[in-house]
T-cell receptor
Framework: SQQGEEDPQALSIQEGENATMNCSYK?????LQWYRQNSGRGLVHLIL?????REKHSGRLRVTLDTSKKSSSLLITASRAADTASYFC???????????????FGKGTKLSVIP | DAGVIQSPRHEVTEMGQEVTLRCKPI?????LFWYRQTMMRGLELLIY????????DSGMPEDRFSAKMPNASFSTLKIQPSEPRDSAVYFC????????????FGPGTRLTVL
């Protein structure tokens, strides 16, 4: 089953507006990451927030993490047409007993920024 | 520096044929991942390697799928025999920071099995 679930599934905004996407997950995590995928391309890493952090900024991106609610949000300020893409959250889980760790991706939020 | 390189970018084949997807990770990265992306199931981890050794293949759907990493600069994902339900985009990713930190994705291989 999917660990991270993004909300909304699709979002359409005007250029210059802010875009907020949310991610909820089910189990304890080591970190949470956000990736962007342009149509027909691979995923590109945007930002990583660790479980002991609450907020992180990178340029026009702001990510928050609430481990008590098992949720995260990605805010893109002053959106541009070039921000049009799908955005995925990925939760990092580890099984120290099995020595296996992995990222589990949600199904994404499709953001359309209208010029 | 070149990113992750995947070939072919598109593959169309008929059911029952063998398909081999190829990946060259970023030089110096010691983790390599194979993912599959479909509309229905999203992005799924199939298998990952650390220092050319398979660590977790629990995501490999069935015995028709196999993956190898003969050296640090090359990996293959093979499907034999292929089925229409294998149609998807297959991504390779690499990382130098472990299996749960930033990953660098290739452009993907779009596989269509008729």
């Amino acid at each position: 089953s999917q660990q991270g679930e993004e909300d909304p599934q699709a979002l359409s905004i005007q250029e210059g507006e802010n875009a907020t996407m949310n991610c909820s997950y089910k189990t304890s995590i080591n970190n949470l990451q956000w990736y962007r995928q342009n149509s027909g391309r691979g995923l590109v890493h945007l930002i990583l927030i660790r479980s002991n952090e609450r907020e992180k900024h990178s340029g026009r991106l702001r990510v928050t993490l609430d481990t008590s609610k098992k949720s995260s949000s990605l805010l893109i300020t002053a959106s541009r047409a070039a921000d049009t893409a799908s955005y995925f959250c990925a939760t990092a889980l580890g099984d120290s007993g099995a020595g296996s760790y992995q990222l589990t991706f949600g199904k994404g939020t499709k953001l359309s920024v209208i010029p | 520096d070149a990113g992750v390189i995947q070939s072919p970018r598109h593959e169309v084949t008929e059911m029952g044929q063998e398909v081999t997807l190829r990946c060259k990770p970023i030089s110096g990265h010691d983790y390599l991942f194979w993912y599959r992306q479909t509309m229905m199931r999203g992005l799924e981890l199939l298998i990952y390697f650390n220092n050319n050794v398979p660590i977790d293949d629990s995501g490999m759907p069935e015995d028709r799928f196999s993956a190898k990493m003969p050296n640090a600069s090359f990996s293959t994902l093979k499907i034999q025999p292929s089925e229409p339900r294998d149609s998807a985009v297959y991504f390779c990713a690499s990382s130098s920071q472990g299996a749960w930190n930033e990953q660098f994705f290739g452009p993907g291989t779009r596989l269509t099995v008729l």
